[in-house]
């Protein structure tokens, strides 16, 4: 068989590098520190594949949403599934930064100011998407109305949380109406009905299987974003201590007291009141 080198491709063809625009995305890591320090290429690219990852993730939520919205179980659980996968590695991702030494970070850190994480638009939205949203962090962005007008679209339209409420609802589950929307702070007894509905699916699981993993892919959303938020404290703990955020935030005090937020409380809560019942025997998995 004869040997099949290389080809010669036209200048005009698409290729790898025009499809990804290679050239592009190389020349985006614009440096602060002059003379240029070693370590900022990487805090710069480390955030940079945050931001791409964000965006995929977003990509994934509204499709998950409009999924759920079109009663759709398995392809949201797919959606799901993946975002999952894509936070597990995003979880890692941040240990890269301990790589670096806490005195060389300080070489280049001040010539970030005012620029935190805290502006990060795309995780906003990916926590006003999951149900999160807060109208005060809207004010971060005083000056940028296109991001206000993202996040006030995210605050006024259909959230993961709303949209898996109003899916089992059309399950049959007694779900109080106003459950899962954004802002909304349920009564003691929408609290229980909500409880007692959860707890049914996950007692008998095999009686709507598709819906009961759709729930725990819910709940692996929020595992890791519970454990990116706790890595990223303990990261930025081992790079700079107590100081301060360069975008004014009490560092890591701040970062700590996000660790308790969580997207779907009652999926959590209602596995504290299932029974040693057996389900499984003799059910057809």
């Not at 899916?167 to 009564?187: C, D, F, V, W």
Request: net charge negative.
């Amino acid at each position: 068989m004869p040997y099949e080198g290389p080809q010669v491709y036209r200048a005009d063809e698409l290729t790898y590098n025009r499809y990804l625009q290679v050239e592009q995305l190389l020349s985006l890591q614009q440096l602060q520190s002059d003379p240029p320090h070693h370590d900022e290429t990487l805090f710069i690219i480390i955030h940079q594949a945050y931001e791409l990852w964000f965006k995929q993730i977003l990509h994934e939520m509204d499709s998950a949403v409009k999924a759920m919205q079109g009663r759709k179980i398995l392809p949201a659980y797919r959606r799901l599934t993946r975002i999952g996968k894509i936070m597990q590695l995003l979880v890692n991702q941040i240990h890269i930064l301990e790589t670096m030494a806490p005195v060389e970070f300080l070489q280049f850190r001040e010539k970030l100011n005012p620029a935190s994480g805290f502006q990060s638009i795309q995780f906003r939205e990916m926590e006003f998407l999951a149900g999160l949203g807060n109208e005060k962090f809207m004010g971060i962005f005083a000056n940028w109305p296109q991001y206000r007008e993202a996040l006030q679209k995210r605050l006024d339209g259909p959230t993961l949380r709303s949209a898996y409420y109003d899916l089992l609802r059309a399950q049959n589950y007694r779900i109080p109406e106003k459950m899962g929307q954004t802002g909304h702070e349920p009564s003691e007894k929408d609290r229980e009905e909500t409880l007692d509905a959860l707890r049914e699916l996950y007692q008998h699981p095999n009686h709507k299987l598709p819906l009961y993993f759709l729930s725990e892919a819910l709940i692996e959303f929020d595992e890791y974003l519970v454990l990116w938020r706790q890595h990223h404290v303990l990261v930025v703990e081992r790079v700079i201590g107590g100081r301060k955020g360069t975008g004014g935030s009490a560092g890591v005090k701040y970062l700590e007291s996000t660790t308790s937020k969580r997207c779907f409380p009652l999926l959590w809560e209602a596995r504290t009141y299932l029974t040693k019942e057996p389900q499984w025997e003799g059910e057809d998995l």
